[in-house]
T-cell receptor, first 114, second 112 residues
Framework: NAGVTQTPKFQVLKTGQSMTLQCAQD?????MYWYRQDPGMGLRLIYY???????DKGEVPNGYNVSRLNKREFSLRLESAAPSQTSVYFC?????????????FGQGTRLTVV | LAKTTQPISMDSYEGQEVNITCSHN???????ITWYQQFPSQGPRFIIQ???TKVTNEVASLFIPADRKSSTLSLPRVSLSDTAVYYC?????????????FGAGTRLFVKA
């Protein structure tokens, strides 16, 4: 049982390049989320998908797009990378609501934009 | 969304009990309190969750007073491996997705 798998683990981009970060979960969760974490900071929500077929903006959506490909997969795309997008990106899937709500995180993708 | 306030950092020694308090004055009736732990270069992982009074599991205890405006995560007899960032989250999940906010967390450093 792999949980939440992110690819790639590391990536270096030049300013203006595009790329897609992949996330897949095998726990049959409905909700999937993308966060970014800058050095010494907490996690900030970029986009989330409460269920297959729906996506919504979080705190910092500018410069990103997402696709909920199916229940398992939720990808994050940077159309034109900027140095300000240098960060560690985490994908998470959430199970339950209220008392039973819990997030499961991937290992992260460390992205550097030069 | 209820905002949380935690100490930025704490130091402790091995074997001591560590208590990290989180303030959430605007907590709503339906909100639960959840704590996550994050090691360097890893994603956060769930530690404990509660609604009121006291919750205990194999890792930690969570104390929530009657007014629920704060909560305290208690780690018994910490070891070096407990050095991590601890996040306090408040939210209710709901049916539309969990727009829970992770603040900066509390950096716990355990010394030998």
């Amino acid at each position: 049982n792999a949980g939440v798998t992110q690819t790639p683990k590391f990536q270096v981009l030049k300013t203006g390049q595009s790329m897609t970060l992949q996330c897949a979960q095998d726990m049959n969760h409905n909700s999937m989320y993308w966060y970014r974490q800058d050095p010494g900071m907490g996690l900030r929500l970029i986009y989330y998908s409460a269920s297959e077929g729906t996506t919504d903006k979080g705190e910092v959506p500018n410069g990103y797009n997402v696709s909920r490909l199916n229940k398992r997969e939720f990808s994050l795309r940077l159309e034109s990378a900027a140095p300000s997008q240098t960060s560690v990106y985490f994908c998470a899937s959430w199970i339950g609501t209220g008392e039973s709500a819990e997030a499961f995180f991937g290992q992260g993708t460390r992205l550097t934009v030069v | 969304l209820a905002k949380t306030t935690q100490p930025i950092s704490m130091d402790s020694y091995e074997g001591q009990e560590v208590n990290i308090t989180c303030s959430h004055n605007n907590i709503a009736t339906n909100d639960y309190i959840t704590w996550y732990q994050q090691f360097p270069s890893q994603g956060p992982r769930f530690i404990i969750q509660g609604y009121k009074t006291k919750v205990t599991n194999e890792v930690a205890s969570l104390f929530i007073p009657a007014d629920r405006k704060s909560s305290t995560l208690s780690l018994p007899r910490v070891s070096l491996s407990d050095t991590a960032v601890y996040y306090c989250l408040v939210g209710d999940g709901g049916t539309g997705g969990f727009k829970t906010i992770f603040g900066a967390g509390t950096r716990l450093f355990v010394k030998a």
